[in-house]
């Protein structure tokens, strides 16, 4: 079965950059497109970023996307969310997910069968 670690979140400052990593094992990570999503206290699971299993198809939500860049490393089993000039309202506890369906864009949690634990980014003003 996949198991995910996302890390690298922390506290940092209004406009500085972050980058969260995502070790991937158990199965064939080539196999497998890979997402961010993020959430906050009494609101829903939010996609913020995807990636097919090439890195050939890479999407974003509107509210990160020209600040926010998702990448893989098949050769490590890694996937990378760079954050770039983080606000305050991007403050939220990340997960990473991985599905072996071919991603096509899909922002629905379902379509991901396998998650982090999270990790916490928090956004000082």
């Known amino acids: 079965q996949v198991q995910l670690a996302d890390s690298g979140g922390r506290l940092v400052q209004t406009g500085g950059i972050l980058t969260l990593s995502c070790g991937f094992s158990g199965r064939t990570f080539s196999n497998y497109a890979m997402g961010w999503f993020r959430q906050t206290p009494g609101k829903e699971r939010e996609f913020v970023a995807a990636i097919s299993w090439n890195g050939g198809l890479t999407v974003y939500s509107d509210s990160v996307k020209g600040r926010f860049f998702i990448s893989r490393d098949n050769a490590k089993d890694m996937a990378y969310l760079q954050m770039n000039n983080l606000q305050p309202e991007d403050t939220a506890i990340y997960y990473c997910?991985?599905?072996?369906?071919?991603?096509?864009?899909?922002?629905?949690?379902?379509?991901?069968?396998?998650w982090g634990h999270g990790t916490q980014v928090t956004v000082s003003s």
């Open positions: 997910a991985a599905s072996s369906t071919p991603y096509s864009g899909n922002y629905d949690p379902d379509f991901w069968g396998s």
